[in-house]
């Protein structure tokens, strides 16, 4: 039961931060994707359902729903009145906003409060899950499809791989004290993914690394222009990321090994 109630004070925590979001009392949009979007959610949603099953599925779609809402709110709380909700992130596809992040500040802030903004449902599902386990068997099952659901996006999006959410926080991160290593730093987080991908022989992060790598060759993550974290919001920034990563890495590290690399 006490993990119950700290859940739910978690989840009120949560709400008072986007409260101002809430409070503007301006409705969140639907970003519009063409044809091309319809038919790749189609196949994402079919090919999810007989990979995982139709439950996890499903799951899996709540918890990224869950992580793109948490941008948005990001994107509000840093005076993104235009920010809207998208189903399907596609390179071709309508971005979050139309204005680019003021900086590097903003721009940390809007990415990890996806993450940060499913948490509190995560650990609620848990909590759910173990209170209703007896007398509500399938509604605790479904509470911890969705758990394990957001621990594993979330863990995975917050590895530091470039271009990937983690990728892109280090690199605000590293850049904050030396501006010009640019491609240099996601090349070495590309080469440090790939590293780990053959000590754990894991098949997930050894595609996340040549995706990484991919990336670089097609648009190259050269220094650009832009104000820089200081040395007290680099600090602030880095303990608000690592924290995030550990928060998930309990619930989602066992992606990691669901394919192994060696047979």
């Known amino acids: 039961m006490a993990f119950l109630l700290l859940s739910f004070a978690l989840v009120a925590a949560t709400a008072h931060l986007v409260r101002p979001v809430v409070a503007s009392g301006q409705p ?27 439950g996890p599925a499903l799951a899996l779609m709540l918890a990224f729903l869950v992580k793109e809402l948490g941008h948005v709110l990001g994107y509000r709380l840093a005076g993104h009145d235009d920010a809207r909700l998208r189903l399907l992130p596609l390179p071709s596809g309508p971005p979050i906003s139309d204005r680019a992040p003021a900086g590097d500040l903003a721009a940390f802030f809007i990415l990890l409060m996806g993450p940060v903004f499913g948490l509190a449902p995560m650990i609620a599902a848990f909590a759910l899950g173990a209170a209703f386990a007896e007398t509500a068997p399938a509604f605790a099952d479904a509470a911890r499809a969705y758990a394990l659901a957001a621990g594993a996006l979330n863990f995975v999006a917050l590895l530091p791989v470039w ?49 990484g790598g991919l990336a670089l060759v097609v648009r190259p993550a050269g220094p650009v222009a832009r104000a820089r974290l200081s040395r007290a919001q680099t600090r602030i920034a880095f303990t608000a990321y690592f924290a995030t990563l550990a928060a998930y890495f309990l619930a989602g590290w066992w992606v990691l090994k669901l394919l192994p690399l060696w047979g």
């Open 28 to 54: 969140i949009a639907l970003a519009r994707f063409d044809g091309r979007g319809v038919v790749a959610v189609f196949v994402i949603i079919v090919a999810a359902a007989m990979l995982l099953g139709l």
């Open 163 to 211: 271009p990937l959410p983690g990728g892109r926080l280090t690199r605000m991160v590293i850049e904050a004290r030396f501006p010009a290593v640019g491609g240099l730093a996601a090349a070495a987080l590309c080469a440090f993914t790939l590293g780990l991908a053959v000590t754990w022989s894991s098949a997930l992060l050894f595609l996340l690394g040549l995706v």
